[in-house]
């Protein structure tokens, strides 16, 4: 009982973005299986996270939208509140990364990652804050940032994709010292190399020298990232906001 006072998420509204697969299915799956009713985002595939969230007897609904089109977040929250009348808990997963050096990469490919991994945090953030704010509701905004918002990622170059996650956990203390007043807590999560369908597309030996250099000598799991989310969810941390929190295996430790 205990906790589920803690951590139970039972009449909560959850919109998680990038909730298809990897990272964002997982913690989507948690959020259900905590009593939250889970909205998913994403371009393509929404059908098998809400399955899989029904199936373990869960609420979901699946909504295609991509975070860099302002109209198409819109209607997303707008369908949010059409269907359950509430939104609680966001969850900017959503994200890509291109591994190229600064001579490799073109400007419009640094823009794109740019867009999607802090332009699209600002644009789902900006309207489900406007959306909660103007409806009273006191929630809870996750970031998904990276320690490579911290630290230079090597042997792989992806100026990009750092510069990126250092601008999530600034627009994170931005947005939460906005919305303090309101009621509405906004934190990210910054974690290390996690193994998801995208690390498995590595080449085997880059994936090699990543572990070398985690001092727990493995990727960690999806799975492990969802306590700490679930932390920042539940209103039990209620004094905590505009912080970000390294899940990388003591990574950044060196």
């Known amino acids: 009982m205990y906790l589920e006072e803690l951590f139970g998420l039972k009449g909560k ?17 948690g959020l259900a299986k905590v009593g939250a009713k889970v909205v998913i985002m ?24 991509d975070v860099t089109n302002e109209a198409e977040v819109d209607a997303v929250i707008a369908k949010v509140f059409e269907a359950y009348g509430r939104l609680d808990i966001v969850f900017n997963n959503a994200g890509i990364c291109m591994h190229q050096s600064t001579r490799e990469m073109t400007p419009a490919d640094f823009r794109r990652v740019i867009d999607v ?12 804050g406007h959306a909660m704010i103007d409806r009273g ?32 956990i600034h627009l994170t203390k931005s947005l939460a010292m906005e919305w303090v007043d309101h009621g509405i807590r906004v934190n990210s999560i910054s974690p290390g190399y996690i193994a998801t369908p995208m690390s498995t597309e590595n080449p085997p030996e880059l994936n090699e020298a990543f572990i070398k250099l985690i001092p727990m000598h ?37």
């Open 117 to 128: 991994n802090l332009t699209g945090i600002y644009i789902v953030s900006r309207a489900a």
């Open 137 to 168: 509701i006191r929630g809870s905004i996750i970031n998904m940032a990276s320690m490579s918002g911290s630290i230079v990622n090597i042997p792989q170059w992806q100026c990009s994709y750092n510069a990126s996650k250092a601008g999530v």
């Open 218 to 254: 493995r990727m960690g799991e999806p799975e492990e990232l969802i306590p700490t989310i679930l932390s920042l969810a539940t209103d039990k941390s209620g004094y905590t906001t505009g912080s970000d929190f390294i899940v990388d295996g003591g990574y950044t430790c060196l």
């Open 42 to 65: 994403n371009r393509t595939n929404v059908e098998d996270t809400v399955r899989m969230i029904e199936q373990e007897g869960g609420t979901a609904l699946g909504v295609k939208g």
């Open 13 to 29: 509204v959850a919109l998680v973005t990038g909730g298809g697969q990897g990272i964002g299915q997982v913690v989507a799956l």
